[in-house]
């Protein structure tokens, strides 16, 4: 059973930048595609990113497109999600999720695994 675990998060100023990780365990993950989803309070959860299973192909939400890159190290079953220029917006519980195929895009019922989620706080 695939079990996603992620960090990274915290308190950030307007502008800064935060590396969230999710290390995968259980399964290995380069045959899944993996999405990071964030939920604001009283909002629903949104697609961020996703990252095909090999780790080539890449699809970013028009939000977070330029400031936002995901990438996927197999060798070491983690997937990241490097966020710059970060925004007040950009607050939020942060997700990374699996499936198990070659691409999942950033729909949240194309994913049947998901972590716990790390807390990203962007204020001055």
């Known amino acids: 059973q695939l079990q996603l675990v992620e960090s990274g998060g915290g308190l950030v100023e307007p502008g800064g930048s935060l590396r969230l990780s999710c290390v995968a365990s259980?399964?290995?993950?380069?045959?899944?595609?993996i999405g990071w989803f964030r939920q604001a309070p009283g909002k629903e959860r949104e697609g961020v990113s996703c990252?095909?299973?090999?780790?080539?192909?890449?699809s970013y939400a028009e939000s977070v497109k330029g400031r936002f890159t995901a990438s996927k190290d197999n060798d070491n079953n983690t997937v990241y999600l490097e966020m710059n220029n970060l925004e007040i917006e950009d607050t939020a519980v942060y997700f990374c999720?699996?499936?198990?195929?070659?691409?999942?895009?950033?729909?949240?019922?194309?994913?049947?695994?998901w972590g716990q989620g790390t807390q990203v706080t962007v204020s001055s």
């Open positions: 999720a699996a499936v198990n195929r070659g691409w999942g895009g950033l729909g949240v019922d194309q994913y049947n695994y």
């Open positions: 259980g399964a290995v993950l380069y045959h899944y595609a």
């Open positions: 990252i095909s299973s090999p780790g080539g192909s890449t």
